[in-house]
């Protein structure tokens, strides 16, 4: 089992920047991925990065050049890194891990961190 915990949400001004933290414990010899999803009021919760245990990474066409995702394997934390933020940006960020135990394939969830972009 892996556990997930959320941090660094907030209001910030358009173009403005915020880091995520995703703080992990448990099993992390299981995952074999992790990543960002958000989820707008009223809209479906998007996948927007993701980094994967050898370290690549992938990207939503709508963040990209703009969130970096990185990890610090020595704090077993993952970061999500957002600069140039745009209104369209707010919603609740999320991050997953994807573990694989015994054969079988899981996936955890952090319990979601505000961010809202507005002047």
């Known amino acids: 089992q892996v556990q997930l915990v959320e941090s660094g949400g907030g209001l910030v001004q358009p173009g403005g920047s915020l880091r995520l933290s995703c703080a992990v414990s448990g099993n992390i010899f299981s995952i074999y991925v992790m990543g960002w999803n958000r989820q707008a009021p009223g809209k479906q919760r998007d996948l927007i990065a993701t980094i994967t245990s050898d370290g690549s990474t992938t990207y939503a066409d709508s963040v990209k050049g703009r969130f970096t995702i990185f990890r610090d394997n020595a704090k077993n934390t993952m970061y999500l890194q957002m600069d140039s933020l745009k209104p369209e940006d707010t919603a609740v960020y999320s991050c997953?891990?994807?573990?694989?135990?015994?054969?079988?394939?899981?996936?955890?969830w952090g319990q979601g961190t505000q961010v809202t972009v507005s002047s």
């Open positions: 997953y891990a994807g573990t694989i135990v015994g054969g079988l394939t899981g996936k955890s």
